[in-house]
Structure formats: structure tokens, C-alpha cells
């Protein structure tokens, strides 16, 4: 099988079979931005309620950069990597003010949007436009290193580069879309990283990996960081119907997001309320309500919940009394809201109202 051959049965195949996804039944670019941005790290299952939920509250790039930033932050809870809301956010912002709210059609435009790299700019250009752009993701990347037998570290400058050319000369004239489309749906549901379905798949014939029976050692990738073990101890803080909340620092990671007051240290200790007190205020007693454990990028975070009872607040930068009503409208990072939705409308007798500023 030739390349080129590569690339019509591989097309053939997606037009026979592909699944039908709500960003498939679109070339509005606006709509094919948002699903690129929400599917970068995310699971389409995720993505698909957001997706639909997203565009019913903006529905066009003029609604969405007229939105308040707590908003979009919030219409984003519980997808995570917030910089993507931001950036799609600044992105709109940006067509409204530098294009009149005209969706930009060139690819120099299109890359000239906060937020759009290659990957970005490959998928909206060829997808809405159909213009001859290439697209490399995770799934690309082991379609073809496996295809063409490529056994370089495929993270290394020199082999992303490689990966892209070739990804740029597969597209068959006048079907971009479809095809960035097929090899996404390729490396998506058959070529996947562990036991790919090489008995299903539309370009067997000619795939290197097949015939040498090594699928499972390309691509050739640097090692994942190390995990971070972290210890994060968190407080419910109540007063006459308010309780108290954080909103996370600029720089952070998930920055602006809403939380309970917590510390997160590197070991787990016993005086971490020294700590808190320290940097919160004082509480006489404490209760532990929940244990809770999740991951961020790499790092392993164990929350220990507690009420706090007999508070004294320090001016705490950062820290807010909010409303319970209020709560319902804060985006907060998807551990704290868990926690918000059990403890806050119907606190527990032990985080009884009992807190007060110093
Ligand atoms: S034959 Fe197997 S390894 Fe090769 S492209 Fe198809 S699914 Fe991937």
C-alpha cells in the first residue's frame, strides 16, 4: 500500500463509519473551535454535554466575548485545564474587537487568535474551511509512527517535525477535513495505545507496526514526569448562612476557581492545623467530614475535609464570606465542589455557626 493509498482507503473508511458527534454536523467554525478546545486533553464522552450545554449559552463568538469572566469559568466547571477556557474566551474577545465579530478565514488570522497553535489551527482551518492544513495530536502521532515504522523519540523536535511534514502530505486534494478527521478517528477508536484492533483496520496492509508485531512499542515517547505526592487539608467555615471561601491566586494552576480554605503540604503531618491556623485563623476544634483523593496533571492529591469550630478569621488575602445561595453560581475546582454540594446547603452539626473576624 502506498501513501497515497494510505490516505483513500483510510478516508473511504471514515466516511463509511464515523461516529456521529454534534462538532461533525457543523462547519461553523466558531462551534468547531469550541470542540477542539474542549476535546485537548478530554474524552469526547466528557466533552459531549459541554459541548452541547456551551453552545446553547453561546451560541455565537458575539455572545461568548460578552460574557463575564466568572461566567465562562463557571460554564467550564468540572472539565478542567481552565487556561482553555480563558484562552477560547480571549480568542472571541479578540474576533469581536480585531475582525467585527467575523469569524477570520486565513490561516494567518485563524493563528493569530489567543490560544491557537498548530494543532488549533490545523483543526478549525481544514475542518471549517477545508483549506490543506495537517493536524497532529496524541492519536496522529501513533497512527503514523506505527504506520511508517517511525522508532525516533516522537517528542523530539526533530521527529515532531518529521511527523507533521508527513501528516501535510497525506491530505488527499480537496478532502483536508475529512481526512485530519479520519486519522483522529483512527488513533481514537482502533489504533489505540494498548491492543489496537489491527484486525479492523482499513490500512493494515502497509502498516509497519503490523508486520513487524511492535504496536505496542511505538510511539517512542520521553517518560511522564514523576507523580507528586501531595496532602491537602481543607476547612468548612460557617456564619450565619455565609461560609468562608477562597479564590485561588493568578499563576496558580487552576487560578480564579473558588475552594474551601485549605494548605496542601508535602507530607502528611500532624500539626497541619498549625498551619492553617497560621495562615487562615484560629479554631478551637475540628472534625474531619470527608477524605478525598484525586489527581491534577501529575501530582496524587490526598483532601482531608474538616469543620472548624470556634473560629477566629485572620485578614486572610483571598478568603471571602459567600453566601449559600451564592455557592450554587461559583465555579470551583471539581474536588471543592463535590465537597460544596454535600456540606454547604445542609451543614453538618459539626460545623456549627460559631466563626467570627479577628
Ligand atoms: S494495523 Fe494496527 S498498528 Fe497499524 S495503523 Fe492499523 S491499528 Fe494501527
Not at 489551527?121 to 474551511?129: D, K, P, R, T
Request: charged fraction near 25%; proline fraction near 6%; aromatic fraction near 12%.
Amino acid at each position: 500500500m502506498t501513501p497515497a493509498e494510505f490516505s483513500r482507503c483510510l478516508l473511504e473508511w471514515y466516511r463509511r463509519t464515523h461516529r456521529r458527534l454534534p462538532w461533525r454536523e457543523t462547519r461553523d467554525p466558531y462551534a468547531i473551535l469550541v470542540s477542539e478546545t474542549m476535546l485537548q486533553q478530554t474524552q469526547v464522552k466528557t466533552v459531549l454535554p459541554y459541548f452541547q450545554r456551551w453552545l446553547a449559552r453561546y451560541p455565537t463568538v458575539k455572545s461568548l466575548a460578552a460574557a463575564p469572566d466568572a461566567d465562562v469559568l463557571k460554564a467550564w466547571e468540572g472539565l478542567g485545564y481552565y487556561r482553555r477556557a480563558r484562552l477560547l474566551h480571549a480568542a472571541a474577545k479578540c474576533i469581536v474587537t480585531e475582525f467585527n465579530g467575523e469569524f477570520p478565514k486565513s490561516t494567518e488570522d485563524i493563528s493569530s487568535l489567543p490560544g491557537v497553535g498548530p494543532y488549533t489551527l490545523g483543526a478549525v482551518a481544514s475542518i471549517a474551511f477545508n483549506l490543506a492544513m495537517p493536524v497532529v495530536d496524541g492519536n496522529v502521532m501513533r497512527v503514523l509512527t506505527r504506520w511508517f515504522g517511525i522508532r525516533e523519540n516522537a517528542t523530539r523536535a526533530e521527529t515532531r517535525k518529521q511527523l507533521w511534514d508527513l501528516a501535510q502530505s497525506l491530505i488527499p486534494e480537496g478532502c483536508a477535513g475529512d481526512f485530519n478527521q479520519a486519522l483522529m478517528e483512527l488513533g481514537a477508536t482502533v489504533c489505540v495505545p494498548h491492543r489496537p484492533f489491527c484486525l479492523l483496520c482499513p490500512v493494515r496492509t502497509g502498516c509497519w507496526a503490523f508486520a513487524h508485531n511492535a504496536q505496542e512499542e511505538l510511539p517512542r515517547v520521553a517518560p511522564r514526569p514523576a507523580t507528586v505526592k501531595e496532602f491537602e487539608y481543607a476547612g468548612l467555615v460557617l456564619r450565619s448562612g455565609y461560609v468562608l471561601l477562597c479564590q485561588r491566586k493568578g499563576g496558580q494552576r487552576m487560578e480564579r476557581l473558588w475552594q474551601f480554605p485549605s494548605v496542601t503540604l508535602k507530607k502528611p503531618v500532624e500539626q497541619w492545623d498549625k498551619r492553617w491556623k497560621e495562615t487562615f485563623g484560629a479554631f478551637k476544634t475540628s472534625e474531619r467530614l470527608a477524605t478525598l483523593n484525586y489527581s491534577v496533571t501529575n501530582h496524587r492529591i490526598r483532601l482531608e475535609f474538616f469543620a472548624m469550630r470556634d473560629f477566629t478569621r485572620r485578614k486572610a488575602r483571598g478568603t471571602e464570606w459567600m453566601s449559600f445561595a451564592s455557592v450554587r453560581d461559583l465555579a470551583f475546582t471539581a474536588a471543592h465542589r463535590k465537597l460544596a454540594d454535600r456540606f454547604v446547603e445542609k451543614p453538618p452539626a459539626a460545623a456549627e455557626d460559631q466563626a467570627k473576624d479577628g
